[in-house]
């Protein structure tokens, strides 16, 4: 990865001009290396040579948005666009930028735009559901996130969305099966498995409860919040207490 950061240096450093070598190596140092700033500049430079490809905008709207500068990733997408407009992931990234600035309307018709042009893309469904469900719209939340599990169905996230969903409307049966669906993707989520463990729980199933959310205190971070683990402390003590008697 050095070797290959220098070797672009040395090919910029021999052609300013270079636009495909300052664009390698901006990508090379904002994905790899981590030097978003650096990766902009490079970026930028790219365009400035040659403003008419749309992967370079795309990028530079990635590199800015990991800047949290999402007003100028909103006008990089929209330059990438323009050269691209069916390019689904500047859409989907461009809702990401806009609902970071609460600008939920167009964050939501940016997902759909991404989603009609790259039907496959999970993110996109996901990113679209989580939106609805933010906004307690559970009925549109729930059409999203089954449609993109049909285009998707290897995406967990989709799945655990799907169950979180339908535990707000208190549809136990149908949320357990979504974090059911959601394990056998990603069997180490602590998060699912604790989302599991109250469904089990809410639903009437203590022994299922309690081996979730056992199965929870040992998965979870180590940053994770004293009082969520606290409590599903004390819902386990509560269940087997009861089994006892």
């Known amino acids: 990865l050095v070797n290959a950061v ?7 450093n021999v052609d300013p001009t270079n636009d495909k070598a300052l664009y390698y190596e901006g990508m090379l140092r904002y994905q790899k290396l981590g030097e978003l700033p650096k990766g902009e500049a490079l970026l930028r430079k790219a365009i400035e040579v ?3 490809v749309a992967e370079y905008h795309y990028h530079l709207g990635t590199t800015l948005a990991a800047q949290d500068k999402n007003p100028e990733a909103v006008a990089a997408f929209d330059q990438c666009l323009e050269l691209d407009a069916k390019h689904g992931e500047a859409h989907f990234r461009r809702g990401m930028a806009l609902e970071a600035q609460a600008r939920f309307d167009d964050a939501q018709a940016a997902y759909r735009e991404a989603i009609k042009n790259s039907p496959r ?3 996109a469904y996901y990113a679209l559901g989580m939106l609805y469900f933010r906004f307690e719209k559970y009925p549109h939340a729930l059409q999203v996130l089954k449609n993109g599990t049909g ?10 969305a799907l169950g979180q969903t339908y535990q707000k409307q208190k549809r136990f049966e149908d949320a357990i099966n979504q974090f059911e669906k959601t394990l056998t ?4 989520d602590a998060a699912t498995h604790f989302n599991l463990g109250m469904a089990y729980e809410s639903n009437g199933d203590a022994e299922q409860a309690v081996q979730h959310l056992k199965r ?5 971070p180590s940053s994770e919040d004293s009082l969520r683990v606290q409590t599903v402390r004390d819902v386990i003590a509560r269940l087997e207490n009861r089994g006892r008697r």
């Open 185 to 188: 993707l990603d069997p180490g």
């Open 121 to 123: 893309l999970a993110e």
């Open 6 to 12: 220098k070797k672009l240096e040395q090919a910029v």
């Open 151 to 160: 285009n998707a169905p290897a995406y967990a996230p989709l799945y655990k």
């Open 50 to 52: 040659n403003g008419k």
């Open 216 to 220: 929870y205190l040992v998965l979870k």
